[in-house]
């Protein structure tokens, strides 16, 4: 990240984080194997954790590919996460719309400036796997009815038009597609079930063997899976003290993540030895200008807007990087602002 002042950066923003985490690992207390109940209240063959845009992918995924027997457990009354009040943009090459449009794209343009976005501190092999079936990704999505508009675009903070927008509500376009398909598959989701506890065959190492919740009455119960546990809660960006730990200039900054984006699972993983990547790069987006109270959203085409200062002058590239448009924002003299103009309809 940029260095920038604490008491600069507090003027006004929106945070979005979510960290990754390499391994499975348990959200209490380690537990030993003497800790594993003696009968659990269930058995499944995966357990997915999390009910948000990458929860509901993976149970998909895994029940097209032959698994059978899945739960996924949220901690919502609902499901969708995040992803269900996101803007949707889904950065991929795609020769059919980039072809129409004339635009030049391939997986390793994509990799290359997504790692030179994140200054180089990316796992190269993660990133070229990413780029490279992103775009499978996509035609996986629309083979179970998801729309995207024909055109592509640069959203803003991205570095190439290889946006794709939904076609209907933006990301809860996603979650509209994935809960059907996870009914048709019959993947059990269980609202109001906060997980608690996972269990695993030793202390600080072996497999992770399921885990404890609270359901919607508040009863304690256990889930045993034969093959897997995925954790997909990864998001932090409504708990200002997690955010505050890896950046202390985000405590204080307002969020659009939903509420129930706190990261609960990590801080325990962490305990145990879960190693974790990239805590400290949260996104940021320009928030209200001093003495504002209503946030312009940023997440559209980046192309419709211009940032000018108080002197009516641009002061930054509408197309650059978040941090950097971020930095750019912060960096005008306090109690001055900024506006966002419209450039055409």
């Known amino acids: 990240m940029s260095k920038l002042s604490r008491r600069s950066f507090l003027g006004g923003a929106a945070t979005s984080a979510a960290g990754l985490l390499t391994s499975i690992a348990l959200p209490s207390a380690a537990h030993a194997s003497d800790d594993i109940p003696a009968k659990w209240d269930q058995t499944v063959d995966l357990l997915v954790i999390g009910a ?69 501190r990316g796992n190269p092999e993660l990133v070229k796997t990413m780029t490279a079936n992103s775009y499978d990704a996509v035609k996986w999505l629309q083979d179970m009815g998801m729309k995207f508009k024909d055109d592509v675009y640069q959203i803003y903070g991205g570095l190439y038009p290889r946006c794709h927008a939904p076609f209907g509500s933006l990301g809860s376009d996603y979650i509209k597609v994935l809960k059907p398909q996870c009914d048709k598959e019959g993947v059990q989701i269980l609202t109001n079930s906060r997980v608690v506890r996972l269990f695993r065959e030793k202390q600080l190492s072996g497999k992770v063997l399921g885990a404890e919740y609270v359901d919607k009455d508040g009863n304690h119960k256990t889930v045993k899976a034969n093959r897997a546990v995925v954790v997909a809660t990864g998001g932090f960006g409504a708990n200002p003290e997690m955010r505050a730990k ?46 504002r109270k209503q946030r312009i959203i940023l997440h559209l085409y980046a192309k419709n807007f211009i940032l000018v200062g108080p002197d009516g002058k641009r002061f930054i590239r509408e197309d650059e990087r978040r941090d950097n448009i971020r930095d750019a924002v912060l960096g005008l003299p306090k109690q001055t602002g900024y506006a966002i103009v419209r450039a055409y309809a």
Do not use: W
Request: charged share 15%; proline share 8%; net charge negative.
């Open 52 to 120: 948000g845009g990458a929860g509901l992918a993976t149970a998909v995924s895994a029940a097209q590919n032959g698994v059978k027997n899945i739960l996924i457990l949220e901690k919502m009354p609902f499901v969708g996460g995040n992803t269900s009040v996101s803007g949707g943009g889904f950065n991929s090459v795609d020769p059919v719309r980039q072809g129409k449009q004339k635009i030049k794209d391939s997986p390793e343009l994509h990799a290359e400036q997504t790692l030179g976005g994140g200054d180089g």
């Open 246 to 291: 890896y950046d202390p200039r985000m405590r204080n900054l307002t969020t659009t993540n939903l509420p129930c984006s706190t990261g609960d699972l990590i801080p325990l993983m962490q305990d145990i030895g879960a190693d974790t990547v990239g805590m400290d790069f949260i996104q940021c987006n320009p928030g209200c200008p001093p003495g």
